[in-house]
């Protein structure tokens, strides 16, 4: 069942983060300091939501690639409950599918929360100053790469690598509830 997140609070600080990666490095917020735009993915394996932007994803990356922008993605998902999102099927999906952000993993789901993520996928773009300026989804075709009429998320860090304010800041991201893990 799909789920659509609420708007959120624009022009706050990215939470600090210290998360592993499936290139198996530690990841900081500080490290992505020198770039001019962070994105912030919420993502997972096993979600169809997820799967169907993959390819645009990792196109979307590519078509950035030599600028001043950073791509993360974030899979929080209780691997207990949905064992397809574990570290080591992480690591597996990201070679297949030649992963081009650094994908990392909540294990205790704390990083989630600080965001207050609320489905796969869900995007949010920082400036510089690390201040949100977009929160939302891709584009404006959860399912059907063919009929994307309006890319969100390209638009926004377009806007922001030209020191405009992005022409959209807030969309609803539609996809998969995170998973979170009950004791």
């Not at 599918?97 to 609320?118: G, S």
């Not at 009929?147 to 991201?173: C, F, H, M, W």
Request: charged residues 30%; proline residues 6%.
């Amino acid at each position: 069942m799909a789920l659509e997140t609420k708007p959120i609070e624009l022009n706050t600080a990215s939470p600090s983060f210290a998360l592993p990666g499936v290139d198996g490095g530690l990841h900081k917020l500080e490290d992505y300091a020198s770039k001019e735009v962070l994105v912030i993915g919420f993502t997972c394996n096993h979600c169809p939501y997820v799967q169907a932007y993959e390819e645009r994803l990792i196109q979307l990356v590519d078509s950035f690639k030599g600028r001043s922008i950073a791509f993360i993605c974030i899979n929080p998902n209780d691997d207990r409950s949905h064992p397809e999102d574990s570290f080591e099927k992480m690591q597996e999906r990201a070679k297949e599918k030649k992963f081009n952000f650094d994908y990392l993993r909540d294990d205790t789901q704390e990083i989630a929360r600080a965001f207050n993520a609320a489905c796969t996928p869900e995007f949010y773009v920082y400036d510089k100053e690390r201040k949100l300026r977009y929160h939302g989804k891709l584009d404006d075709s959860p399912r059907e790469p063919s009929t994307v009429k309006v890319p969100y998320l390209k638009n926004a860090i377009e806007d922001l690598l030209a020191g405009k304010s992005p022409r959209l800041e807030q969309t609803s991201a539609i996809g998969c509830s995170i998973k979170w893990k009950t004791n």
